[in-house]
Structure formats: C-alpha cells, structure tokens
Nanobody, 119 residues
Framework: QVQLVESGGGLVQPGGSLRLSCASS????????MGWYRQAPGKQRESVAT???????DYADSVKGRFTISRDSSKNTVYLQMNSLKPEDTAVYYC?????????????WGQGTQVTISS
C-alpha cells in the first residue's frame, strides 16, 4: 500500500503563507507527475498545481502568481508554497502521484491536510 503523507496545513490569516509537504517512502516522486488538489466544503475536488517528471509546472488560474509547486528529489518530497492566502483558499489539500506505464495507470492520493484562511 503506497502512502503519501501530507503536512503543513493549518490556520492562517488572509495574506499569510503556508508551505505544504508531501512525502512517501514507497514511490520515487521524480518519475511521477505530482499534483496538489483541493476540495472545499460542498465543492468538487480541483487541481491546484502539478509538476511533471520533466519539471514542467501548471497552475490553476486562481493561484497563479501566489502558489509554487516544487520537488526535492533528494528528500523525495513535493512542496506547495502558498503565499498571499485568501479565505477562498480554505480547503482540504491533497497530494496526488500519477504515472502511466505502458497501458497501466498508477494513481496514489494522500489523506489530505486542512488549510483554513480566516481572520
């Protein structure tokens, strides 16, 4: 059973920053597309940021310029640096690892970490 472990969530005021981390001891992140997703109450889970094995990144329009996804291969950890946080960023944030190998798709999710933006 592959486990992705997220950490770094919490309660911050609007305009503040948080850094989320996602780590695993079972898979090598550098060969996966890694992504951060979030799900707010009553809403569907949405993609926030992704980074491919080649290092290409992509962001949701709502977080461009504020969030940065990165990967530290030496620590097998993916980060999401979140700056200028807004109340609408409040959600449970999930880490996802995905990889296509021949005809098989490998997808793993973390358990989620709560991010709350409130004054």
């Amino acid at each position: 059973q592959v486990q992705l472990v997220e950490s770094g969530g919490g309660l911050v005021q609007p305009g503040g920053s948080l850094r989320l981390s996602c780590a695993s001891s079972e898979i090598i992140f550098s060969i996966y597309t890694m992504g951060w997703y979030r799900q707010a109450p009553g809403k569907q889970r949405e993609s926030v940021a992704t980074i491919t094995s080649d290092g290409n990144t992509d962001y949701a329009d709502s977080v461009k310029g504020r969030f940065t996804i990165s990967r530290d291969s030496s620590k097998n950890t993916v980060y999401l640096q979140m700056n200028s946080l807004k109340p609408e960023d409040t959600a449970v944030y999930y880490c996802k690892a995905s990889r296509q190998l021949f005809s098989r798709q490998y997808v793993y999710w973390g358990q989620g970490t709560q991010v709350t933006i409130s004054s």
